[in-house]
T-cell receptor, first 113, second 112 residues
Framework: AAGVIQSPRHLIKEKRETATLKCYPI?????VYWYQQGPGQDPQFLIS???????DKGSIPDRFSAQQFSDYHSELNMSSLELGDSALYFC????????????FGDGTRLSIL | GESVGLHLPTLSVQEGDNSIINCAYS??????FIWYKQESGKGPQFIID?????DKRQGQRVTVLLNKTVKHLSLQIAATQPGDSAVYFC???????????FGRGTSLIVHP
């Protein structure tokens, strides 16, 4: 079965640069979530979209923005990157926003030098 | 690469044993709970879920128990296999929220 696809899998940037992470949800899924996970940490919710509209906002820095496009894929744009932004970034998708599990991609490992 | 299990509570078991992973959740108003398994270098993978109107749910080799009185959730894995080695997270959905809050993970190590 098709899963959530994230690209790139690995990304190396320098401080103050920008980065764009992409997420392609499971076909027919209309809801996308972004999480950040530091080493040994649990995933921290950043932001979510339902039917191309922002639905919930978590601990996403003002330097980051995201959107969901007409084909339901989503992009997380990160600017003025800091060393502390080094982490795994996961995207998850679900069909609707009901009481159901989210399906996660395998993440993008972002390293800031 | 870095281990997701770094600095996490660890449970070590022998292959074939039963494993029990515990989770204390935070909000008495939470009405939906999920267990995820995360292998190194991969995203969390859904294992099993349970709603607050239930106290037990079984899947294939896994059972989730919910004790709302003490806000405790557990995941039981029967006949643990080396492939079960991973970090396990519980997550709770507060009433009215679509966003799960993850608990601290537990690293399960299964010895052959």
């Amino acid at each position: 079965a098709a899963g959530v696809i994230q690209s790139p899998r690995h990304l190396i940037k320098e401080k103050r640069e920008t980065a764009t992470l992409k997420c392609y949800p499971i076909p027919r899924h209309d809801t996308v979530y972004w999480y950040q996970q530091g080493p040994g940490q649990d995933p921290q919710f950043l932001i979510s979209f339902y039917e191309k509209m922002q639905s919930d906002k978590g601990s996403i820095p003002d330097r980051f923005s995201a959107q969901q496009f007409s084909d339901y894929h989503s992009e997380l744009n990160m600017s003025s990157l800091e060393l502390g932004d080094s982490a795994l970034y996961f995207c998850a998708s679900s069909l609707g926003q009901g009481r159901q599990p989210q399906h996660f991609g395998d993440g993008t490992r972002l390293s800031i030098l | 690469g870095e281990s997701v299990g770094l600095h996490l509570p660890t449970l070590s078991v022998q292959e074939g044993d039963n494993s029990i992973i515990n989770c204390a959740y935070s909000n008495s108003a939470s009405d939906y709970f999920i267990w995820y398994k995360q292998e190194s270098g991969k995203g969390p993978q859904f294992i099993i879920d349970i709603r607050s109107n239930m106290d037990k749910r079984q899947g294939q080799r896994v059972t989730v128990l919910l004790n709302k009185t003490v806000k405790h959730l557990s995941l039981q894995i029967a006949a643990t296999q080396p492939g079960d080695s991973a970090v396990y997270f519980c997550a709770e959905n507060f009433l009215g929220s679509y966003i799960p809050t993850f608990g601290r993970g537990t690293s399960l190590i299964v010895h052959p």
